[in-house]
C-alpha cells in the first residue's frame, strides 16, 4: 500500500493544480490571401485580423508570464512543504 502513496500524491498535486491555473491560448494567425486581387479586396477584414492577433499575442504573453510567476510561487511553497516532510520522517 506505501508503494502507492507517491502517485495519490502526483494525482492530487495534478487535480488540485489545474483548477488554479490558466489556459494560455495563443491567437490564431491571421490569413492572408495568395491572390492579391482577393487581398485588396479583403483589405479593410484582413489589416482587423491582423489587429486581433496583435491585441490577442499581448494578452497571451502577459497570460505566459503571470502563469509562470504563479507556478514559481507554487513550486516554492511546495519545496518547502516537501522539506517539512522530509524533516517529520527523518525524526
Known amino acids: 500500500m506505501l508503494h502507492l502513496i507517491p502517485q495519490v ?12 491555473s490558466a489556459t ?7 490569413f492572408v490571401p495568395s491572390d492579391p486581387v482577393v487581398a485588396v479586396e479583403y483589405a479593410d477584414l484582413i489589416r482587423q485580423d491582423f489587429e486581433n492577433y496583435f491585441r490577442g499575442i499581448l494578452r ?29 520522517i527523518d525524526q
Not at 500524491?9 to 488554479?20: R, T, W
Not at 510567476?69 to 522539506?83: L, M, T
Open 24 to 30: 494560455c491560448l495563443a491567437p490564431e494567425r491571421p
Open 60 to 88: 497571451y504573453f502577459q497570460c505566459l508570464d503571470g502563469e509562470r510567476a504563479r507556478v514559481f510561487d507554487e513550486a516554492r511553497e511546495i519545496s518547502k512543504e516537501y522539506s517539512k516532510f522530509i524533516e517529520t
Open 9 to 20: 500524491i502526483l494525482l492530487s498535486a495534478v487535480v488540485g493544480s489545474s483548477a488554479s
